[in-house]
């Protein structure tokens, strides 16, 4: 069972648009929630996080809206440009758990100009 | 600039085989993970080492996979005998510690036949 659920799995819209990627979690442990952006051939790389006390986060054209009482957040990318095109991943972890980041399965993003 | 370094880049093996995977981890970090990423699991947890000790060995691979950290700057992941659905890429990422920023590799691309 997914402990970290990610929708939809793949996403296309147009340059200038708004993406919006949903995330959600069923450990209450969970407290950290980083963003992964990963292009081909490359590792995955951290993108924005945020923690648990936290509702919002922004960085850039990145923003995490964190909803903790209904364990799901969502990163909305806006303005998507083509360079934004690349496989996101939503990850998760315990102050009791170390560093380990649990991940979702992804969602592949395409932007077209 | 020296992030995480993992060789090889790729690797063919035949089924049976044993195969070692390289990692470097960036330089002065106490965490060392090990992934295993493909398309439909998505990133799976294969270890993790905190200042060089085994903190978690993930469950079901613990069969074939054995990764070690020899010292704090170099881990091998070993997997003994091959077979073909081992084939992905395999991650190896590393951080300083609490909810700090995960570096990953490029990963080493598997292919077993």
């Known amino acids: 069972q997914q402990q970290v659920r990610q929708s939809p799995q793949s996403l296309t819209v147009w340059e200038g648009e708004t993406a919006i990627l949903n995330c959600s979690y069923e450990?209450?442990?969970?407290?950290?929630f980083p963003w992964y952006q990963q292009f081909p051939g490359e590792g995955p790389a951290l993108l924005i996080a945020?923690?648990?006390?936290?509702d919002k986060k922004e960085d850039g054209g990145f923003t995490i809206f964190f909803n903790k009482r209904e364990k799901n957040l969502s990163l909305h990318i806006k303005d998507s440009q083509p360079g934004d095109s690349a496989t996101y991943f939503c990850?998760?972890?315990?102050?009791?758990?170390?560093?380990?980041?649990?991940f979702g399965i992804g969602t592949r993003v395409l932007v077209r100009p | 600039d020296a992030g995480v370094t993992q060789t090889p880049r790729h690797e063919v093996a035949e089924k049976g085989q044993t195969i070692i995977l390289k990692c470097e981890p960036v330089?002065?970090?106490?965490?060392l993970f090990w992934y295993r990423q493909t398309k439909i699991q998505g990133l799976e947890l294969l270890s993790y080492?905190?200042?060089?000790?085994?903190?978690?060995d993930g469950g079901a691979f613990k069969d074939r996979f054995k990764a070690e950290m020899l010292n704090s700057s170099f881990s091998t992941l070993k997997i003994q005998p091959t077979e073909p659905k081992d084939s992905a890429v395999y991650l190896c990422?590393?951080?300083?510690?609490?909810?700090?920023?995960?570096?990953f590799g490029k990963g080493t691309r598997l292919t077993v036949v």
């Open positions: 945020i923690r648990s006390v936290s």
């Open positions: 990850a998760a972890s315990a102050n009791s758990a170390g560093n380990k980041l649990t």
């Open positions: 330089s002065g970090h106490n965490d």
């Open positions: 450990n209450s442990a969970f407290d950290y």
């Open positions: 990422a590393s951080s300083f510690g609490q909810n700090t920023e995960v570096f």
């Open positions: 080492f905190r200042s060089k000790s085994l903190m978690e």
